[in-house]
C-alpha cells in the first residue's frame, strides 16, 4: 500500500551546458605560444636514438650469421643458430630468441662401442647364463629377487634390474643353475626367456642411463652424449654434434625428451634409467 502512494517526480533538469575555453586571438599571437613541427630524423639521429635504448634481452643472431666453430670439448658459452628445421619442435624460450646451445662431444672411432648398448662386460668370448625378467610386480626390487632365488636353491651370480620397465636380468655360474631357475620361474606369472648378453651387466648400482628408442628397443647414448643431455636442465634444448652426426634434443624432464636427427629429421624419444644392481 505504501508503494502505491508513492509519487514520482519528474527527473532533474539537465546540467546546463558550459560555454567552451576558446583562446583568444591574443594568446595565439603571444611570442609564449610557438608552434611546435616534428621534423624527421636523419638516419644518423634515428640510429643514435636506438643506440641509447638499454636493450633487456640479449641480440638475436641475424640468419647470415655462421654457426660457432666446433670445439673439442664442451663450453656451456657456446651457441648456434636455431636450425629451420626443427624450429616448430623447440621450446618457447628457444623459438623467442632463435638460438639454442651448442656442444661437440669427444667421439672417437677406435674407442668401444658404447651408442648400440652391447657392451659385453668381461670377456667378450665367455660364456655367460642369464635368464630375463619381464612383467614382474610393482614392488619387486632387487633384494626380492635375491630373496626368492636363493630361497629356491638357485645359485645366484648378480641381478640387474630396471624398475622403470620392471624387467631384470639374474646371471648364474653354469648351464645347471640356469635351468633350476628357469623351473621354479615358471610357477609365476612372469615372462622369462634365456638370453646371451644384456647390455645392463656393465651398470653399477644406481647408475642412471640416458636411452633412446631404436624400434621397440632401448639402446644406450654414448657416454659423452648422455653427459651433455644430462647437464641441460628440463624445458631446454640442445645441439650436439656427434662425430659426423648432428642431433637436436628437446629435454620435457628431468627423465624424458627426443632427439631429431638433423640430416635427415628421424626422431627418436629419448628417456633416462636407473639400474639396480646386486652381486
Known sequence: QELQHLKYHQSEPPIKSVNKIVPSSKFRQSAVRKPYH??????????????????????????????????????????????DKVKKYAQPSTQQYGYVPYVVT??????????????????SDSQKWLLQLSRLPGDCGVNTLRQIFTASGAKLQSVHLVDDDKTAVLRFPDQTALNSALDFVSKFKWRSK???????????????????????????????????????PPRTDLVIEHG??????????????????LRTKNQRMIRRIRIHVWA
Open 194 to 232: 634365456i638370453v646371451q648378453d644384456s647390455p645392463y651387466l656393465k651398470n653399477y648400482d644406481q647408475q642412471n642411463v640416458w636411452q633412446y628408442q631404436e624400434s621397440t628397443k632401448w639402446r644406450a647414448h654414448h657416454s659423452k652424449m648422455a653427459e651433455a643431455i644430462e647437464r641441460i
Open 244 to 261: 659426423n652426426r648432428g642431433y637436436f634434443i628437446e629435454k620435457y624432464n628431468k627423465q624424458q625428451g627426443r632427439q631429431t636427427n
Open 38 to 83: 616534428q621534423s624527421p630524423l636523419s638516419p644518423n639521429q634515428a640510429q643514435g636514438q636506438q643506440s641509447q635504448i638499454p636493450s633487456g634481452h640479449p641480440k638475436q643472431p641475424t640468419l647470415h650469421q655462421a654457426p660457432p666453430p666446433i670445439h673439442q670439448y664442451y663450453h656451456s658459452n657456446s651457441l648456434a643458430t636455431l636450425p
Open 106 to 123: 669427444e667421439y672417437h672411432k677406435n674407442s668401444s662401442p658404447n651408442d648400440n648398448g652391447s657392451v659385453r662386460s668381461g670377456r
